[in-house]
Structure formats: structure tokens, C-alpha cells
């Protein structure tokens, strides 16, 4: 077991976002996946945020999750409202 039960973890960071990818095992030998966004506020802390799947739950949030990022391709607008946004900042 890894620490802090951690067995496998990646990142992604984004922005002024990070987001944490760790398989877990808890004290009976279970697995799970913790995936935490975390992002920094006004005051200089970091507000985190996580959801836990459990090994037994993986197919079907799989399946779940892959209906919405196929909803996203579907319906995608071609510019995100934050990039119009950034842009916007930009040009004014």
C-alpha cells in the first residue's frame, strides 16, 4: 500500500485548476478511485473537492461518464463561454 493508502495517482493541471487521478486501497484490501479538483481562492488557500468510486461502482460510472462526454462532443460549442471570456478581456 502506498501513502495515504494511495496505489496509483496522476494529474492534470489546467488553468489555475488541478486535477488529481488516485487509485486508493482502504484498510480491507479495497479499491477506489479519488479524483479531487483543486484550484486556488482570493484569500491564498486552495478549495479542494473529491468523489470516490468504488471498485464495484467502476463500470457503470464509466458508463455514465461516457454518455456525457458524449453528449459534450454532441453539443460542444466550437469556443468554451470562458475562452470568449478571456478573450473579450483581452481585446477590451
Do not use: W
Given at each position: 500500500m502506498g501513502q495515504r493508502g494511495?496505489?496509483?495517482s496522476s494529474k492534470l493541471v489546467r488553468n489555475d485548476r488541478t486535477y488529481f487521478f488516485n487509485v486508493k486501497e482502504n484498510l480491507y484490501g479495497d479499491l477506489y478511485l479519488n479524483i479531487v479538483e483543486s484550484k486556488?481562492?482570493?484569500n491564498g488557500t486552495f478549495l479542494r473537492q473529491s468523489v470516490l468510486v468504488y471498485q464495484e461502482d467502476i463500470g457503470e460510472f464509466i458508463k455514465e461518464f461516457q454518455?456525457?462526454?458524449?453528449?459534450l462532443r454532441t453539443h460542444a460549442k466550437k469556443?468554451?463561454?470562458?475562452?470568449?471570456r478571456e478573450e473579450s478581456e483581452i481585446n477590451n
Amino acid at each position: 500500500m502506498g501513502q495515504r493508502g494511495e496505489v496509483f495517482s496522476s494529474k492534470l493541471v489546467r488553468n489555475d485548476r488541478t486535477y488529481f487521478f488516485n487509485v486508493k486501497e482502504n484498510l480491507y484490501g479495497d479499491l477506489y478511485l479519488n479524483i479531487v479538483e483543486s484550484k486556488p481562492t482570493e484569500n491564498g488557500t486552495f478549495l479542494r473537492q473529491s468523489v470516490l468510486v468504488y471498485q464495484e461502482d467502476i463500470g457503470e460510472f464509466i458508463k455514465e461518464f461516457q454518455k456525457s462526454l458524449d453528449y459534450l462532443r454532441t453539443h460542444a460549442k466550437k469556443k468554451s463561454s470562458r475562452e470568449l471570456r478571456e478573450e473579450s478581456e483581452i481585446n477590451n
